[in-house]
């Protein structure tokens, strides 16, 4: 069973670390999001493996349901990205390179290296356990972590209220646009109907019933 | 209780070899004899018009984004609601500001008129 569990996280990390390659060397941007929720799915699988259902659910429904649809949205919302060919390494890759590894090598490692890991004990036969971790999850939302918790809701929050500040910047442009094209197409319009001006034109008149009754009187 | 997930697993390697199969299939059965009309972009059967990127309107990435954060809200709440006999009344209260925080964004998004299409 061990060697099982082993197979299956190698073939996992192997799937996440390929995916996660792919995200950053491919392209098209398109593929890159779709490499990305590849990756995504590959964490998810690794939660199973660990028992850790809720956060392997929780991690589907998340990331590759919600915030995969966000990424590709946003992509869509882009203007032509696709069609360039952008490089794929500015002049300083070698720190972004130096600074994850640094990252990884001073926080992850030690960190993971050091921790008393304590596993939870097998639940008692013939009880079928919960879905594993939410509860603990929950009950320490409430307890140990409740103001992480309400500032999770207030991050939230934020997130939106700053999304729909941006988004409405955007819309006021947009009609600022529209409405000077408006204004042309107008003008066009006026200067149209001046310069037949002797001849009386019901058609004209019918346009703008202001200027009809101006002539008239 | 990762045996359960060998039928998953069954399943999934069953999802990609399904439509593997017909795909597979169809190249290496069917005839290739191309024409120009044959290779042509096919959209329902009109000619294809413009690029194929199109830019979203903005709306989308709004219902998106509050898709997400609903979501986030659910699974917040599925802990919760496991927890909760274990909690108790605190544990409602809790979750009752938590809401009402999200809720709050919830109102000034539909206020803002965010939630109507333009």
Same mark, same amino acid.
């Given at each position: 069973m061990n060697t099982l569990i082993t197979v299956l996280f190698l073939i996992f990390a192997a799937i996440i670390l390929a995916s996660a390659i792919m995200t950053v060397t491919v392209k098209n941007i398109v593929h890159a999001a779709l490499w990305l929720i590849s990756s995504f799915f590959g964490v998810g699988a690794l939660y199973l493996l660990m028992e850790a259902e809720f956060l392997g659910v929780a991690q589907v429904l998340?990331?590759? @349901?919600a915030v995969s649809i966000l990424i590709l949205f946003a992509i869509m919302l882009?203007?032509? *990205?696709? @069609?360039s060919q952008n490089r794929? *390494?500015?002049?300083?890759w070698w720190i972004a390179l130096i600074v994850p590894a640094a990252l990884f090598s001073l926080l992850i490692v030690p960190t993971v290296m050091t921790h008393a890991w304590q596993l939870p004990p097998p639940p008692p036969a013939g009880q079928p356990p919960a879905i594993s971790g939410a509860q603990q999850i929950g009950a320490a939302f409430m307890r140990e972590y409740l103001l992480p918790f309400e500032v999770a809701a207030i991050l939230l929050t934020v997130a939106m209220i700053g999304a729909i500040v941006v988004a409405f910047e955007e819309r006021e442009r947009r009609r600022r646009v529209l409405t000077l094209a408006e204004q042309v197409r107008l003008r066009q319009r006026q200067q149209q109907r001046q310069q037949p001006a002797p001849r009386p034109e019901p058609a004209a008149t019918a346009v703008q019933p202001s200027e009809a009754t101006g002539s008239e009187t | 209780m990762l045996a359960n997930y060998a039928f998953i697993g069954v399943f999934f390697i069953g999802a990609i070899i399904f439509p593997l199969v017909p795909l597979v299939a169809a190249y290496l059965l069917g005839p290739k004899r191309p024409t120009p009309i044959k290779l042509d972009t096919y959209e329902c059967g009109l000619e294809a018009v413009g690029d194929i990127r199109v830019q979203f309107k903005i709306q989308y990435y709004l219902y998106a984004l509050a898709f997400v954060i609903f979501d986030i809200e659910v699974v917040f709440l599925y802990p919760w609601a496991a927890a909760y006999g274990q909690v108790g009344l605190f544990a409602l209260i809790a979750m009752a500001i938590f809401l009402v925080i999200l809720v709050g964004g919830l109102v000034y998004e539909w206020k803002k008129g965010a939630l109507e299409w333009v």
């Amino acid at each position: 069973m061990n060697t099982l569990i082993t197979v299956l996280f190698l073939i996992f990390a192997a799937i996440i670390l390929a995916s996660a390659i792919m995200t950053v060397t491919v392209k098209n941007i398109v593929h890159a999001a779709l490499w990305l929720i590849s990756s995504f799915f590959g964490v998810g699988a690794l939660y199973l493996l660990m028992e850790a259902e809720f956060l392997g659910v929780a991690q589907v429904l998340i990331y590759v @349901g919600a915030v995969s649809i966000l990424i590709l949205f946003a992509i869509m919302l882009t203007r032509d *990205l696709e @069609g360039s060919q952008n490089r794929q *390494l500015t002049p300083r890759w070698w720190i972004a390179l130096i600074v994850p590894a640094a990252l990884f090598s001073l926080l992850i490692v030690p960190t993971v290296m050091t921790h008393a890991w304590q596993l939870p004990p097998p639940p008692p036969a013939g009880q079928p356990p919960a879905i594993s971790g939410a509860q603990q999850i929950g009950a320490a939302f409430m307890r140990e972590y409740l103001l992480p918790f309400e500032v999770a809701a207030i991050l939230l929050t934020v997130a939106m209220i700053g999304a729909i500040v941006v988004a409405f910047e955007e819309r006021e442009r947009r009609r600022r646009v529209l409405t000077l094209a408006e204004q042309v197409r107008l003008r066009q319009r006026q200067q149209q109907r001046q310069q037949p001006a002797p001849r009386p034109e019901p058609a004209a008149t019918a346009v703008q019933p202001s200027e009809a009754t101006g002539s008239e009187t | 209780m990762l045996a359960n997930y060998a039928f998953i697993g069954v399943f999934f390697i069953g999802a990609i070899i399904f439509p593997l199969v017909p795909l597979v299939a169809a190249y290496l059965l069917g005839p290739k004899r191309p024409t120009p009309i044959k290779l042509d972009t096919y959209e329902c059967g009109l000619e294809a018009v413009g690029d194929i990127r199109v830019q979203f309107k903005i709306q989308y990435y709004l219902y998106a984004l509050a898709f997400v954060i609903f979501d986030i809200e659910v699974v917040f709440l599925y802990p919760w609601a496991a927890a909760y006999g274990q909690v108790g009344l605190f544990a409602l209260i809790a979750m009752a500001i938590f809401l009402v925080i999200l809720v709050g964004g919830l109102v000034y998004e539909w206020k803002k008129g965010a939630l109507e299409w333009v």
